[in-house]
């Protein structure tokens, strides 16, 4: 059985494992140090499903947010297509040491704001009350009336610029070294609010983003060697990595896994509109959101158990998105939901909405007369 297990992450390190220094030396993993660099990938990949899932009901009861369309999710994957390839293209062309720069600054600024929009409410309570909570609010405007639009309108307070500074300071650790703790810090923060700030209108949208890009990752993985030249050039925290010889070199340790975040952030805002449906259901559990997170775990080992099997580089939503629909699909039929699961809309359409306020406005008219 040992040697069975051993044979089995000997060859999910050659198919998964990137050299994220320029460094041409790796030390050797050791099993036990494998083990926790996959657990630890699974982990954090469930880690931003969760608590992005959460916010995501927070962010949708206190806004509005922009719904992704059937039209918008069927030509995401084109999109994503052109983007890759122009990616691809450039590094072919281009020196990537100067493109990379390039791409350090933006995802520096990027990576800041995303952590401070994480962090704001916890470093908000462990800030001294000695320090006042005084709140701001930044608009910059254009036109008047009712046909004014804001093109800034950015309200915060003293503690997110304690929480921003100390952001900041990540950010510095990133810029000057690139560490995989920065890096993987970056990435979740990234991850958390891309499921909570992206939402899926309806189960049918998300099945077509989905499956759309099911076939964008087969091909792209299987098909040419576009995706991976891209990964490999492309140095940003678009990617998780953990050390296999953390065990062996601490912090110091080169010799990393690595799992993109758009195999956390594509599942995951469908994940979350799982949950969103739970809340409407108004029931104590929160049955499709567990089993959807369930599945997407089990997506993943089976994506490191079929490379182990093939001995080939696998595309994760390959496993991740007939796990992830498939799973809240045979609940629905099980428990009697299917129909309430295709009729949920995660926000109700603006003809409703203008609908029921003329309704109340008549019955307001009538009360005063």
């Not at 300071?169 to 991850?191: I, S, T």
């Amino acid at each position: 059985m040992a040697e069975v297990v051993n044979s089995f992450l000997a060859q999910a390190t050659e198919n998964l494992t990137e050299n994220a220094t320029n460094s041409t030396k790796k030390t050797p993993s050791t099993p036990e140090g494998m083990a926790v660099a996959y657990g630890s990938l699974i982990i954090m990949a469930l880690l931003p499903i969760f608590f992005g899932s959460y916010r995501s009901v927070v962010y949708h009861k206190e806004n509005k947010p922009e719904k992704m369309t059937k039209k918008d999710a069927a030509i995401f994957p084109i999109i994503a297509s052109c983007a890759l390839f122009g990616l691809y293209i450039v590094f072919k062309v281009f020196s990537k040491e100067y493109i990379n720069l390039l791409l350090t600054g933006y995802f520096f600024f990027l990576g800041v704001l995303a952590l401070t929009h994480v962090l704001s409410p916890i470093v908000s309570k462990l800030v001294p009350t000695s320090i006042p909570n005084i709140p701001y609010h930044i608009t910059f405007k254009q036109g008047e009336g009712d046909a004014a639009q804001f093109l800034i309108d950015y309200r915060f307070s003293t503690y997110d610029v304690v929480t921003l500074a100390c952001c900041s300071l990540v950010g510095a650790w990133y810029l000057l070294g690139k560490h995989w703790v920065a890096n993987n810090l970056f990435g979740l923060a990234f991850a958390i609010n891309a499921v909570e700030l992206l939402h899926l209108n309806n189960v049918v949208t998300g099945c077509i983003l989905l499956c759309g890009l099911f076939f964008y990752d087969v091909f792209w993985v299987f098909g040419t060697d576009v995706m991976v030249t891209v990964a490999k050039s492309f140095e940003a925290p678009i990617k998780l990595v953990f050390p296999q010889d953390l065990l062996q070199n601490g912090l110091a340790a080169n010799n990393f896994a690595m799992l993109g975040l758009g195999d956390i952030v594509i599942p995951g805002i469908f994940i979350a509109l799982l949950l969103r449906f739970d809340h409407s259901l108004k029931r104590k559990t929160k049955t499709y959101f567990h089993a959807a997170c369930i599945a997407y775990f089990f997506g993943l080992m089976a994506t490191i158990f079929v490379m182990h099997v093939f001995k080939h580089a696998q595309p994760a939503l390959l496993y991740l998105v007939p796990a992830c629909i498939g799973t809240p699909l045979l609940l629905a039929m099980v428990k009697g939901d299917l129909t309430a699961l295709f009729k949920y809309e995660d926000s109700p359409d603006e003809k409703a909405d203008e609908k029921k306020k003329d309704e109340k406005q008549a019955k307001e008219t009538k009360k005063v007369k």
